[in-house]
């Protein structure tokens, strides 16, 4: 066999890969190749294979043509890989933010493991963060084209009302209680940042006093600002949307931000002795506020099912 | 002319080579017989298009392959099954439908 013939077919089965008629398929091509050079030149000289090998096309071509029914991803998930990946990226950036931000390492069972990092490693470290997303939804989506089951994938369905938003009318009463809230949070976030906690005893600004011990200072607080981070963020997806998932989430997301810390056993949060007792008086206030939350998120899981059942009424005969 | 032929041309040729290579294989053939075969009758086959078909068809049980090593060189011959001459029939009343709208709808753009 010519040099030239082994290293094309060589060349073949590498893109070919791992599959188990490749042998097959190189002994045919083989045999193909062999067999047109005799024909068309009257003998199998190198100069004839070489000749039929340019016509026989280019080698990751022809192994490509075997493989047209293999699909890594199938067309219709491969709109999925980018949109799940972002998802995946958005929940991954926030969890390096709060990583550089609070200098610790957090694992989230069972993909993350975020390490502890000071902002300039954490730059470098989205993209890998990046990497590691795509590749992870790619491999699940491999898994679910594999299958080849009839298996339906959630799509975030947003109704954009992008005509409604480009005119303006609706959101001009909505744009300034956005900023409003923009900069009240911004403004809590930097007391934060400064004070360590948003509970002050004293409203000295020259010696802020914290009204909490300093573990309880730092959940607390973290706990408020997350909670209002929530309500903002849920605020400013409503402009571009009117799915009534958004609520449903957002006091989803708030509920689950107070059941920990509820969950947080602190014999005394209270840095000094205070005549009053004021536990009582933060627990009743965050069991009126998971009251509020849980009232929302029921009449928002209602909306939602009546929704449903009306589109499947309205699509019945 | 305004559009390149050839895409048009193989998107064409994705169905009618299965109907062509399920009519050819009514006797046991290989590939280079097929090719040289088609050849003769002025169609023109990438034969990096046929073995790759051949193989699918194979999978789907609607032709039968089996190595010949008798002679000096391996050959892989192929000849159509029942479930392969079945599929042929439908396949080939689907395109005689196709060709009698095509048939009616150039006759009515005649009258235009």
Known sequence: MSERLKNYLEEIGHYLGISREKQEILTEIKSHILEKAEQEFGDITDDAVERIID?????????????????IIAPAFKGYLLRYTMILFAFHFVL???????????????????????????????????????????????????????????WPKLKVNWQKIMEGKQTKSKVIPLILMLMGYTALVWIYWRSGTLFFKTIDLQDPRSLLTPLASQWYSLGLLALLGIGVAAYVVRFFTASEWVDLLRSAGQLVILGILFNRPMDDPFSEFVYIDLQIIANIFIAIIAAVLAIDFLKSLIILMKNSLMKKTSMEP | MAADISSFETEMNRGFLQVLVLAILEREMYGYSIVKKLGEKKYSLEENTLYPLLRRLEKKSLIKGKWDVSQDRPRK?????????????????????????????IKENRNV
């Open chain 1, 96 to 154: 390096i933010l709060l990583s550089a931000i609070f200098r610790v390492s957090m694992v989230v069972i069972p993909f993350f493991y975020i390490p502890k990092m000071d902002s300039f490693q954490a730059f470098f470290y989205l993209p890998m963060a990046f990497v590691f997303d795509l590749g992870l939804v790619g491999i699940i989506l491999y898994f679910v084209t594999q299958s080849r089951k009839e298996i339906n994938l959630p």
């Open chain 2, 77 to 105: 011959f192929y000849i159509i099954t029942k479930e392969g001459r079945e599929l042929r029939s439908e396949l080939l009343k689907i395109w005689r439908r196709q060709n009698e709208i095509l048939n009616h709808l």
């Open chain 1, 55 to 71: 016509t026989y096309g280019n080698p990751r071509r022809v192994a490509e043509k075997y493989m047209d029914d293999s699909q």
